[in-house]
Structure formats: C-alpha cells, structure tokens
Nanobody
Framework: QVQLVESGGGLVQPGGSLRLSCAASGRVFNTNTMGWDRQAPGKSRELVASITSGGTINYVDSVKGRFTISRDNAKNMVYLQMNSLKPEDTAVYYC?????????????WGQGTQVTVSS
C-alpha cells in the first residue's frame, strides 16, 4: 500500500498562483511515476501532469506554460506549481502514484484538495 497526502489547495483570484504538495509513504518503489489528476464538477477526471522518478514530464495541453510539476525523490514528494490560474482550473486535484511490479501496474490516489479560482 502507498499513502498519498496532498496539501496546498485553496481559493485564489484569476491570474494568481498556488502550489500543491503531495507526500507519498508506505511501499514506495524507487522507480515510479507521480502526478496530478483533476476533476471539475460535471466533468470527467483528467491527468494534468506527471513526472517519473527519472524526471520525464508530461502535461495536458491546457496547462502547458502555466503549471510546473517537480519532485523530490529523497522525500517522496511531488509538487505542482500553478501560475496564471484561470476559472476553468477550478477542480478537485488528486495526487496519483503508480509503479510496476511483476508486469502489473499498481496505482494509488490521494484524498484530493480543492482548488477554486474565482474573483
């Protein structure tokens, strides 16, 4: 089992910034991928950004140039710096983690943190 605990959500005005953090604990593998999903009301969940333990990064097109994902492998932490926030970024953001074991992918999610972008 892997436990994920997020922090850093909140209310911010359009154009503002927030930084999300996520701490992984438990049976964390050295080789893994961590990232952030989000789900807005009435919409399906989407992968916002991901980063492998080797440093390979992917972003959904809608956040490129505004969000930056990073991680600290020694601390099993992943971060999402969100700049130039827009109302459409409003969602519950979920930290995710996955690793492979014996060819099978195992995935865990945190409890979610609310991000609200509104004036």
């Amino acid at each position: 089992q892997v436990q994920l605990v997020e922090s850093g959500g909140g209310l911010v005005q359009p154009g503002g910034s927030l930084r999300l953090s996520c701490a992984a604990s438990g049976r964390v593998f050295n080789t893994n991928t961590m990232g952030w999903d989000r789900q807005a009301p009435g919409k399906s969940r989407e992968l916002v950004a991901s980063i492998t333990s080797g440093g390979t990064i992917n972003y959904v097109d809608s956040v490129k140039g505004r969000f930056t994902i990073s991680r600290d492998n020694a601390k099993n932490m992943v971060y999402l710096q969100m700049n130039s926030l827009k109302p459409e970024d409003t969602a519950v953001y979920y930290c995710n983690y996955h690793h492979y074991e014996s060819g099978n992918m195992h995935t865990w999610w945190g409890q979610g943190t609310q991000v609200t972008v509104s004036s």
